[in-house]
């Protein structure tokens, strides 16, 4: 079981920790444009990130569906709930990217930022709206081939995206000269590709074993009514992530540039703990059901304990690079103090930050969504004092940003508690073809 664990997790850590990259290159490159235009990326990616993520549900609940069926002898049906899964991708990521579209200017003013750094986050959104129906396409077929147990397939795409991004943002920004518009151009035209290469791959599975390619108004409804569950559940957490950029924003423009650095830092170690919690969802659903409920708490346990020390290991890791980091992302000695502060915030939060996404996979896995909701929303609940403890106090500067991922590393600590407590329990463990 070990091998499994790790045949799946090194793909999908390589391709998570790609994942964030398309943002670090777009920090780096944009970062030398100016204060303003790393300030405006923070904002951008903020309502960005929040317009995509919060249907992350279109990989992680494809990811369920598809484990269990193929754990119960279902390959046709495995494929054919993951193509409902595609199309209902396209449905979201053309209303979403029409939303966006339309309210860019009013969305990225919410966050109380400099009319320079409002005016290139704006520049920035209205152009990556293109990129959102492919994101969303991206996250469905990578659920699709997880469930599928298949973490290379998306790797070998997500490199060969992240390669194209960082070239093409380069040229466009500098060498043809179009600001930070050029970055959303470049992460435009990879997100496009990536999308026709992954859903490329789960059509000619889907041929190969006879199941249905068409659009069917039920099963897409059936994927959506699903997916609700888990839409809430990323709702909640996207809420805090808007939360902590809302108060970053009124630290300084120095620290909101620096905490938009210090948070895609965060998020690029996320995927890659992230990397067992995409194990923890194939193996927990195909386990679940073919009914090994033994086999799959020894595995829950087992991933969290290699989690724990992956998470110290990056916190060692950051330690010993916080002021060696802020160098590649600004010139600008403000946002460089401010940021290796924070990284020193962002490195004691990985070994608690490790349990909480192991367990959230597990629990994904097992299809066990509504408890998952009601009990993101209790940890968003449980955040606002903190966030908002820092907001009230008046801190300002380097201080304040290092208040605020204090709170932020303390809410963690709280949603990692609570999932804890739920893996302990026999609740979630429901067994079969469906839950």
Do not use: K
Request: no cysteine.
């Amino acid at each position: 079981m070990r091998r499994e664990v790790l045949r799946l997790a090194v793909p999908a850590f390589l391709a998570l920790v790609a994942e964030p990259l398309f943002l670090l290159a777009d920090s780096a490159i944009v970062g030398y444009l100016g204060t303003a235009s790393l300030a405006g990326l923070g904002v951008a990616s903020g309502v960005l990130l929040t317009a995509v993520n919060i249907f992350v549900f279109l990989a992680y609940g494809t990811t369920a569906v598809v484990a269990r069926r193929l754990g119960a002898g279902d390959q046709r049906g495995a494929l054919g709930a993951g193509v409902d899964g595609l199309w209902l991708s396209l449905v979201l990521g053309l209303l979403a990217a029409l939303v966006i579209a339309v309210w860019a200017e009013p969305l990225v003013t919410l966050f109380g930022a400099t009319p320079d750094a409002t005016a290139e986050a704006v520049t920035y959104l209205r152009v990556s709206t293109l990129g959102i129906p492919p994101m969303l396409m991206v996250l469905a077929a990578t659920g699709v081939l997880r469930g599928m147990l298949d973490t290379r397939t998306p790797l070998v795409v997500a490199t060969v995206g992240f390669s194209v991004n960082a070239a093409l943002s380069l040229l466009l920004v500098h060498g043809v000269g179009w600001g930070i518009a050029g970055a959303a151009w470049g992460t435009v035209v990879a997100q496009t590709g990536m999308a026709v290469a992954l859903v490329a791959v789960v059509v000619r599975g889907a041929r190969h074993l006879g199941a249905p390619l068409g659009f069917t108004a039920g099963g897409v409804l059936r994927a959506a009514v699903d997916g609700v569950p888990l839409l809430v559940r990323t709702l909640a957490l996207r809420a805090v992530m808007l939360l902590t950029v809302w108060v970053a924003a009124g630290l300084g423009e120095p620290e909101l540039a620096a905490h938009q650095v210090a948070m895609t830092v965060w998020s690029a170690l996320a995927f890659a703990l992230d990397a067992l919690a995409i194990a923890a969802q194939a193996l927990t659903g195909r386990s679940l059901g073919a009914g090994d409920v033994e086999g799959t708490r020894a595995v829950t346990w087992m991933m969290v304990r290699w989690s724990v020390w992956f998470g110290v290991a990056l916190a060692v890791l950051i330690v010993a690079l916080h002021r060696v980091i802020p160098l590649g992302f600004s010139s600008d000695e403000q946002v460089r103090a401010a940021l290796a502060a924070a990284l020193l915030v962002v490195a004691v939060g990985q070994p608690v930050a490790g349990v909480a996404f192991i367990l959230d996979g597990v629990l994904i896995g097992a299809g066990d969504a509504r408890w998952l909701a009601v009990a993101q929303t209790v940890f968003l609940l449980a955040y606002l004092p903190m966030v908002l403890g820092v907001w009230g106090s008046g801190a300002e500067g380097v201080a304040g940003l290092v208040w605020l991922w204090v709170a932020f590393t303390g809410y963690m600590a709280v949603r990692s508690a609570g999932l804890v407590w739920r893996a302990r329990g026999d609740a979630w463990m429901v067994t079969g073809a469906a839950r």
